[in-house]
C-alpha cells in the first residue's frame, strides 16, 4: 500500500512562500510526475513529503496516516536523488544492501532481497563491482535498487536521470517505467524533461509558483489544457500563441495552436508567410515563418521538408486544433 494525499501545505522560507496551498491525492500504485519551471517549488514539495523539509503549515498523509511528525526514515519512503550517494568503498551489492543490514535483517533476507532487484535491474553481472568501475545509467540503477530492496510504500525520485547523456536517459527511463509495472509502486518524480513526464506518469502535477496549475494524464493536459501557462508548458515546440483579435475572435483573448497542428503548402491557404528559419530535426523539420496576419509562427512538419528562409509559404490549421482562451488566461468552454 502507497497512498499520499497533501492538504494546503504551505512551505515558506522566512518571508519567501514557496509552497502556496497544495491539495494532492496520489493513489496506490499511482506514477505521478511534477514538472513545472525551475524555482517554482517541485523539489521543495518532494522533499516535504520525505520529510527532508517540515511544512509551514497542511497536512501529509500516507496511507491515511498522518505523518508530519514521523521521522523521515521511518515514512516508508525511499528517496532516488540526481546524484547517486553510493559509497565508494563499497561493492554495488553491499550498497544495495546496507539499508537492510543497518536494520539488522539477516543475512539471508538481505542476500535475497538484493538479489531479486539486481536481477530486476539487470545488475547481477556488477554485483562485485565498486561504484568507480560502473558507468553513470549503471550507478543510477544501484541507487534504485538500493530503494527497491527497501521495500517502500512510496519512491521519491528527484530528476533521477539528469546527470545521464542522451541514449542512457532513454534506456534508464525504460527501465523505470517497467520496474513500475512490475512493483505495481507509488512513485512521484520530479524531472525537468517533457518526454520523461509525458511516456512515464498516470498523472502529471504542473506546478507554478508554488501552485499547481493543473493535474491531469499526460494526453489530458496534451489535448485539454486548462490555462495558458500549462498550454505553453507542455509540447514541445511550444504552442503558438496568437492574439484573439487578430484571427477576429470576440471572446477569446489569445489562441493557441500547437505547431504539429498546422499544415504548410507553397500554393495556398489561410495564413500567409516568410520563413525566416528551418530546422532539419531527420523525423521531423521545424520551420518558423512570421506572418502578417498572425506574427511568428512555429509549424512542426513530419518527414523532411525542403523549405528555405524567405520562402513565402501558407500555414493552415488543421480543424477543431484551436484551443481559445479568455482573458484571465483560462481555456473557454
Ligand atoms: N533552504 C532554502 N532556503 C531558502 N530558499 C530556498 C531553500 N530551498 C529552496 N529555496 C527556494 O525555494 C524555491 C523553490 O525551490 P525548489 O528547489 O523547490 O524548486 P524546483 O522547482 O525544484 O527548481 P529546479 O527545477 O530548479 O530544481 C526557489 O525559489 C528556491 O530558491
Redesign the pocket.
Given at each position: 500500500m502507497g497512498s499520499l494525499q497533501l492538504k494546503s501545505i504551505r512551505k515558506a522560507?522566512g518571508s519567501?512562500e514557496?509552497l502556496k496551498g497544495i491539495d494532492l491525492e496520489v493513489k496506490d500504485g499511482e506514477f505521478v510526475i511534477f514538472v513545472?519551471p525551475?524555482?517554482?517549488?517541485?523539489?521543495?514539495?518532494l522533499r516535504t513529503i520525505a520529510g527532508l523539509e517540515d511544512a509551514t503549515s497542511g497536512s501529509v498523509q500516507i496511507d491515511g496516516v498522518e505523518v508530519g511528525h514521523v521521522a523521515p526514515a521511518k515514512r516508508g519512503i525511499a528517496m532516488v536523488f540526481q546524484s547517486y550517494a553510493l559509497y565508494p568503498h563499497l561493492t554495488v551489492k553491499d550498497n544495495m544492501g546496507l539499508g537492510l543490514k543497518q536494520a539488522g535483517k539477516p543475512k539471508a533476507e538481505i542476500e535475497e532481497k538484493v538479489g531479486k532487484a539486481a536481477s530486476m535491474l539487470s545488475l547481477d553481472p556488477y554485483l562485485a563491482r565498486r561504484p568507480a568501475e560502473l558507468s553513470g545509467g549503471q550507478r543510477q540503477r544501484v541507487a534504485i535498487g538500493r530503494a527497491i530492496v527497501r521495500e517502500p510504500k512510496l519512491f521519491l525520485f528527484d530528476e533521477p536521470l539528469s546527470n545521464l547523456d542522451a541514449a542512457l536517459r532513454v534506456n534508464t527511463r525504460l527501465e523505470i517505467a517497467r520496474l513500475h509495472r512490475s512493483l505495481k509502486a507509488t512513485m512521484i518524480y520530479?524531472t525537468?524533461d517533457q518526454v520523461e513526464a509525458m511516456t512515464l506518469a498516470d498523472k502529471i502535477v504542473v506546478?507554478n509558483a508554488g501552485q499547481i496549475e493543473q493535474i491531469g494524464s499526460p494526453m489530458d493536459l496534451y489535448n485539454r489544457p486548462a490555462n495558458v501557462f500549462v498550454a505553453g508548458f507542455i509540447g514541445s515546440p511550444q504552442m503558438n500563441f496568437i492574439d484573439g483579435a487578430r484571427l477576429g475572435d470576440k471572446t477569446a483573448k489569445t489562441i493557441g495552436i500547437r505547431p504539429e497542428h498546422l499544415g504548410l503548402s507553397r500554393e495556398s491557404g489561410d495564413w500567409k508567410g516568410k520563413v525566416v528559419h528551418v530546422e532539419h530535426l531527420g523525423a521531423d523539420t521545424i520551420v518558423y515563418l512570421e506572418s502578417e496576419q498572425v506574427g511568428l509562427i512555429t509549424v512542426r512538419l513530419f518527414g523532411e521538408h525542403r523549405y528555405a528562409p524567405d520562402d513565402i509559404v501558407y500555414a493552415t490549421p488543421m480543424v477543431g486544433s484551436m484551443h481559445r482562451f479568455g482573458a484571465d488566461d483560462r481555456v473557454l468552454a
Open positions: 522560507y519567501h514557496v513545472g525551475s524555482g517554482c517549488g517541485k523539489s521543495t514539495l520530479v525537468h506546478l
